[in-house]
């Protein structure tokens, strides 16, 4: 299973963004899909997560600017990013709950997996 991420680049402050990550490979299923973001020298930080149903939750930071949603179809999670502050700068990675069809016709068990991380840039 890979995962693709795409989107990140320079925006002014209060602009806008949308990042996207899909999912291939052998997927059997997906679960939760989320979205951190990290700074240098700080632990990655929980942005927002969807549901398989498609009910969000955000963090604190990003609440009423963000928005989080998922296409099913094409196992794609994406990151609508509104009202972008310079705080908002980091490397935003995605992160998704896998089961995969195995090589022998089984299922595995849930694993996560993580994209390769896109670098979001506000400055004016």
């Known amino acids: 299973v890979q995962l693709q991420a795409s989107g990140g680049g320079l925006v002014q402050p209060g602009g806008s963004l949308r990042l996207s990550c899909a999912a291939s490979?052998?997927?059997?299923?997906?679960?939760?899909m989320r979205w951190y973001r990290q700074t240098h020298g700080n632990e990655r930080e929980l942005v927002a997560s969807?549901?398989?149903?498609?009910?969000?939750s955000y963090g604190d930071p990003v609440k009423g600017r963000f928005t989080i949603s998922r296409d099913n179809a094409r196992n794609t999670v994406y990151l609508q990013m509104n009202s972008l502050k310079p705080e908002d700068r980091a490397v935003y990675y995605c992160?998704?709950?896998?089961?995969?069809?195995?090589?022998?016709?089984?299922?595995?068990?849930?694993?996560?997996?993580w994209g390769q991380g896109t670098l979001v840039t506000v400055s004016s």
């Open positions: 969807i549901s398989t149903g498609g009910i969000p």
């Open positions: 490979g052998s997927i059997f299923e997906i679960n939760v």
């Open positions: 992160n998704v709950d896998v089961r995969s069809m195995l090589d022998d016709g089984t299922i595995s068990s849930w694993r996560e997996y």
